[in-house]
């Protein structure tokens, strides 16, 4: 779906199939006519070529690190954004999920590995999963191979907070990895949390991963969604209102944090980093 914003920019829709984005990030309404004029309601326009255009005017790219150690043929990836929407500082979304990913990053400097374990701070995630569909795009089929699975890691920490984790079973969605699902629903439980169960409905940066066949699933603590009294009971806050009412907004900002939801997903991501750091028992050559 393509659109012109109040701006005269063009966005897209988040959660249209991974290949056919467009996005105004970063691009002066200038700069962005010559595109803009090219299209009308209702194109579909190949990702790529937005993203050329993004690197090229704002130099923005994907950060990736992956560890010396650890066998270089069989990785265990795992990501967050580095982007927020123009609107705000986007500290919920993803600032958490970046900054989980520095702190495990820092901490497994003192392991020894047994796979790898490859980081990625997305790009453009908010014009359309611009970032992790380019990565994806240009894997070979060998490099494609190397990854054995793709965590996702995308709002940690919303001020209304559900403890979610996508469903590899959702029958709509029959992709995603069920003992990643698995992984994060054991330690929940253990921890005495509950949790809810949310569809692979493209949103996030899993999404390039397991159209392309490398099993991936992930957490997150909820956007524009309104809590249910059923969920009050089960995490606490406030039926009613969205588990984050900033999201999107320009005060998604340090205040806009439940920080004991930060501690136990950060926990469990290094958990899952632990994890599968050490094994890939159970999981699909
Ligand atoms: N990925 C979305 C964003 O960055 C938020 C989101 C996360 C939506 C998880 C649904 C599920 O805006
Ligand atoms: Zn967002
Ligand atoms: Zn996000
Ligand atoms: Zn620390």
Redesign the pocket.
Known sequence: VVYNNENGSVSGT?GTPSKYHVASFGISNEDAQPLIKKLEAGDVIPSSAYMDAIVQKTGTTNIMAQTKGGDQENCVMLGG?SDSVAEGPGIN??GTGSLTLLEVATHLADYKVNNCVRFAWWAG??EGLLGSDYYVSQLSKEENLKIRLFMDY??MASPNYAYQVYNATDAANPVGSEELRNLYTNYYEAHGQNWTY?PF?G??DYDAFIKNGIPGGGI?TG?EGVKSENEVAMFGGKAGEWYDHCY?QLCDDLDNLAYDAWVMNTKLVAHSVATYAVSFKGFPK
């Open positions: 988040l954004h979304d993803d995630e908010e995308d709002m949310i409905d949103r996030s997150a956007a999107h």
